[in-house]
């Protein structure tokens, strides 16, 4: 009788865990994405303050000047996921990483550099992400050199 008794108990304990489970691990996959959301705005303003740290200590954007020279921020070839490499020129536009996902287009041309919205409405990860007030405030066109002086090395 004593040894039904402690596996009706075990049972019990073994459910009771099950149920707690069951609500504790989507809130903690909730709370990565969330993660993840919040680097990547970090990421995007991080980017652009690359961006213009180059510009102006350069004086403009050379055609062969590399993205990877520029910043170390995650940038992707395409929204689908395919990493840039060492070649990828600025002249190239790039996506933002979220995820493996590119939810932001990035456009580089003469000083001024266009951060725009390209996240998919079935798209969870870029549907919050650009949610987020700073990558709202970050979404634009950001120009830099306003007054057009050119600096010779």
């Known amino acids: 009788m004593k040894r039904a008794f402690t596996m009706i108990e075990l049972i019990f304990v073994i459910v009771l865990l099950s149920i707690l489970a069951a609500v504790a691990i989507p809130k903690l996959a909730a709370t990565r994405d969330d993660a993840e959301i919040s680097k990547s705005a970090s990421s995007l303003a991080t980017l652009i303050m690359d961006i213009s740290t180059y510009y102006t200590s350069v004086g403009g954007f050379k055609s062969d000047t590399k993205w990877k020279n520029i910043t170390r921020v995650n ?61 709202k405030k970050l979404t634009k066109t950001h120009k830099f050199g306003g007054s057009n002086v050119k600096f010779n090395p």
């Open 75 to 135: 940038l992707l070839l395409d929204n689908s996921g395919s990493a840039i490499d060492n070649t990828t020129s600025i002249n190239t536009d790039v996506f933002l990483s979220v995820k493996n996902k590119g939810c932001s287009k990035i456009s580089v041309s003469d000083g001024i550099v266009t951060v725009s919205n390209i996240g998919t409405s079935n798209d969870t990860i870029c549907v919050a992400f650009n949610e987020v007030e700073s990558v």
